[in-house]
């Protein structure tokens, strides 16, 4: 028996002429490829004809430096590409290479690879292989060979199969930047008398990664200005604390407005942006750095230290790092393993991390010092003895001002052991500032290694509790009455209604805590607590500010900000009393989100040369993010060659302005609630409150008060969230909960959940609202079932005069399984054959749940009609 079909038909007649197309590539996200690899030389240059030449490589292997020159050819926006040894054709081997050897030359993101046979000939760029990587501008070139390849939004490298291609670019608009011509020459060979296989490589940019603790995104400037005053100034009207240097990295950069934690607490979330890895996958659910309990991060796992090292980076930590049970001890103390950090299973191993001796565990203790021997040693200014191993255990002074200053302007303190003492963030970004020097002035260099690049990371641990900070800050901000948070109560909230609002409020994160009622709590003195511990946090917040301003300056007159990337993120959020709550470990949006703003330093120069950054300027990413991420992101970024399976996702395509409008798949954070997350929603699953759900509108709703997870129009929502979260406990069965599992498989249950919801008779068959459009076709194409006026969105557009048709209709995203649709087309209604086949299809995401899609088709008929048709199961 045939299954039942019901259709929804659209006629139209139409006049077609027949047409050709152009494929194009168009330039969008550039992306450097890249200098000469270590060891050769480029020389030359002119805007109009520029020849390179390459010496210093052993091309053949013959123990002989091998010399060539490479040309480029520039007239009227056209390059070309030849190749030139001074005979017209590299002679090796005959003008071929053998089996093993390869060559590969990139430019301008164009890169071919010729091997195992293949000449390389002065006719131009001909490869067995070819390979093409977008970049940032509004230019356009074709690609000539035996195929013709589109770029499409989702794509970052394109790539022609086959062999005996060519390459030539046309079409550019304006001046050809020599920035452009950036090669990539590596030779390669598995023949006993060939050079080894180089290590992992990339394009020579230093890299400093700055990350605070528990920082409340609404304390930096930048984020304020993506939110409305209400949400921005939380506190009460006007109390903010500006940030103008972390605001020039954004104003100049790159701002994330959807990134999270993997989990909002340190150690795991710490674990995932080293590694690129979920917590639980490696053994880190929570925070621990108890000897024994292995919950630590293990030597066998590969960090971005690692890769980067192998790629020839200097690579280096100055801060806290939360990962280890086991640290190098500088004086006999209980706990002393403190400084220096290693993996419990392996004290020989430093995670990659080759300047590490001002890198600590963890902690948050406000002063440090240097002691005999050029030891780091924290200052301990309490009268309580904090068994951390550091030499000032049994000195329990207090800190003292001592009126001097050093050479950056910043207050030197005494302990009664020295006199060098700083507070915390002064003192760790001097130790990064002077690890900058002492690698600009060879410092780290030895008679095998000389390094080009860096790699380092600035990690300090406020703005996390203690609440306190030197002066001026800790007087900076006293002034302001801070209020009780915007989100303190929510009046949604009915304690009588056991489904206020909407649901049990599950006792694992979204009641009260004590913390919260601690500081906003009057009590006698008739003021909030919060008062003086806000102030300091705002102080904090400046502190870092300011010094991250002092850094920048360094760069700069150390001649390497032109060459470095900057990126400031932290581990996790501080929700500071919002929801009657504090610090983190919630699906708060405050707790879970997380900043992160990357620049590339050439932006920030007070003369701007650099017209083609690595990372765009002025660029907001709203896509969700993760800081399972960052590992990938950051490696493609720099292009290293080989890039270790995370599981993240490689973010940089996302700067390139059309594509990170499409993009848009969840990500999932887990921590007994689990989320799922895009640019605009947040789903929550909560096994320890009965597998209650939340949806949570944060466009509609950014204070987090109304749970729509029952209110019909989100149904869509609700199913794409809740398959983020299937996908994601597919791949990671170590975080499945059979609660959970029940639960999602209820979000995705489709359209009987729909039907439940409006109120609907679930028969395939019914019509509510009695307008003759069945409520399935209701559903699937995503009109109200319960509004006889409301329509379902479909019409036929042209391209221009002489164009193929373009049918287009809005569909519910995803896809409910058992009511695939199809859209068909006829040139006669009469016959009853109907046609599957359309030619380029386009889809954009533009309503919550649906999409509307675009099927063009390619025909030249007197008549067209188009039906959408539903299949009943």
Avoid at 193 to 221: C, F, Y
Wanted: charged content about 20%; overall charge negative; proline content about 5%.
């Amino acid at each position: 028996m045939m299954k039942p079909t019901c259709y929804f038909i659209f006629v139209m007649c139409l006049a077609l002429n027949a047409g050709a197309v152009l494929l194009d590539f168009t330039q969008v996200g550039y992306t450097n490829i890249g200098l000469i690899s270590s060891g050769s030389v480029v020389a030359g240059g002119s805007d109009t004809s520029t020849v390179y030449t390459v010496s210093g490589l052993d091309v053949d292997g013959d123990g002989t430096n091998d010399s060539f020159s490479i040309q480029i050819e520039i007239s009227s926006g056209n390059g070309a590409i030849s190749w030139d040894a001074g005979g017209g054709e590299y002679d090796h081997n005959g003008g071929a290479f053998s089996a093993g050897e390869e060559i590969t030359l990139s430019l301008m993101g164009i890169s071919g690879t010729a091997s195992g046979g293949g000449a390389i000939t002065n006719g131009g760029f001909g490869f067995d292989d070819l390979k093409v990587k977008r970049f940032q501008s509004g230019d356009t070139y074709s690609v000539y060979g035996d195929q013709t390849v589109l770029f499409t939004n989702a794509d970052n490298n394109a790539e022609l199969n086959g062999t005996d291609h060519s390459v030539t670019m046309t079409g550019v608009s304006g001046t050809w930047n020599l920035e452009y011509y950036n090669f990539t020459i590596n030779v390669a060979s598995d023949g006993p008398s060939q050079p080894p296989v180089p290590p992992p490589t990339a394009n020579g940019k230093n890299l400093i990664w700055i990350i605070t603790d528990e920082h409340n995104l609404r304390t930096l400037g930048c984020y304020r200005d993506t939110m409305t005053q209400e949400m921005a100034e939380m506190w009460g009207d006007g109390f903010v604390v500006e940030t103008p240097h972390l605001d020039s990295m954004a104003d100049n950069g790159t701002l994330f407005t959807r990134m999270h934690a993997s989990r909002a607490v340190c150690t795991p979330s710490r674990a995932s942006m080293f590694s690129g890895q979920y917590p639980l996958a490696l053994g880190i659910p929570n925070n621990s750095n108890t000897i024994g309990d292995g919950k630590y991060l293990h030597a066998d796992v590969t960090t971005i230290f690692d890769v980067l090292k192998s790629a020839g980076y200097l690579t280096g930590y100055v801060g806290k790092w939360h990962l280890s049970e086991g640290g190098k001890v500088f004086e006999e103390a209980a706990g002393g393993k403190w400084w220096e950090p290693y993996p419990e299973d392996d004290p020989n191993d430093t995670y990659g991390i080759m300047a590490n001796k001002f890198m600590f565990n963890g902690g948050h203790d406000k002063w440090y010092g240097i002691v005999e021997g050029g030891l780091p040693a924290t200052a301990n200014g309490t009268n309580v003895a904090t068994a951390n191993g550091d030499p000032y255990l049994a000195n329990n002074n207090t800190i003292a001002v001592t009126g001097a200053t050093d050479a950056w302007g910043q207050p030197l303190y005494t302990d009664g052991i020295t006199t060098n003492v700083k507070f915390a963030t002064d003192w760790l970004t001097d130790r990064t500032i002077d690890f900058v020097s002492d690698f600009n002035s060879g410092a780290y260099n030895t008679v095998s290694n000389t390094f080009g690049s860096f790699f380092h990371v600035l990690s300090i641990p406020d703005p996390h509790t203690a609440d306190s900070v030197r002066e001026p800050y800790a007087s900076m901000y006293t002034h302001m009455d801070f209020q009780l948070p915007r989100t303190w109560n929510n009046p949604n909230y009915n304690p009588a209604d056991p489904y206020s609002p909407y649901l049990d409020n599950p006792d694992s994160w979204m009641v009260a805590d004590d913390k919260a009622e601690d500081l906003y709590n009057p009590g006698a003195s008739g003021s909030y607590t919060i008062q003086d511990g806000i102030a300091q946090y705002f102080g904090m917040v400046k502190c870092i500010d300011d010094n991250i301003g002092r850094l920048i300056q360094h760069l700069d007159d150390e001649g390497l900000l032109q060459d470095t990337i900057l990126m400031f993120s932290a581990d996790h959020g501080d929700l500071f009393g919002e929801h009657q709550r504090v610090n983190k470990g919630t699906p708060w949006d405050m707790s879970m989100r997380i900043p992160c703003i990357i620049v590339d330093g050439s932006q920030l120069l007070s003369a701007v040369t650099n017209n083609y950054p690595l990372v765009p300027r002025g660029m907001i990413v709203e896509q969700s993010g993760n800081n399972t991420d960052w590992m990938e992101t950051f490696l493609s970024l720099l292009d290293v060659s080989r890039i270790p399976e995370t599981h993240g996702r490689d973010l940089t395509s996302l700067f390139a302005p059309a594509a990170s409008k499409e993009r848009n798949e969840p990500t999932v954070q887990s921590q007994g609630w689990m989320a799922s997350t895009d640019s605009r929603y947040k789903l929550v699953l909560d096994a320890a409150a009965n597998n209650a759900s939340w949806l949570f509108d944060l466009e509609r709703d950014p204070k987090e008060f109304t749970n729509y997870i029952d209110h019909a129009q989100y149904e869509g929502v609700v199913r794409k969230l809740a398959q983020g979260i299937k996908d994601y406990m597919d791949a990671h069965p170590e975080d499945v909960d059979p609660d959970r599992i029940t639960e999602y498989n209820r979000l995705l249950s489709g359209w009987t959940r729909y039907a439940e919801v409006y109120g609907l008779n679930p028969d395939q068959r019914g019509d509510e609202d009695e307008d003759g459009i069945l409520d399935l076709n209701e559903y699937i194409f995503g009109s109200d079932p319960t509004n006889g006026n409301s329509v379902i969105e479909t019409g036929i557009e042209f391209n221009g005069p002489n164009s193929w048709p373009g049918f287009t209709h809005r569909a519910r995203h995803p896809v409910d399984p058992a009511y695939p649709y199809r859209a068909e087309w006829s040139t006669n209604l009469v016959s009853g054959v109907w046609n599957t086949n359309f030619g380029a299809i386009a889809e954009q995401y533009d309503e919550p749940g649906f999409i509307t899609v675009e099927r063009t088709l390619e025909r030249e008929d007197d008549a067209l009609y188009f039906r959408l048709a539903v299949p009943l199961p």
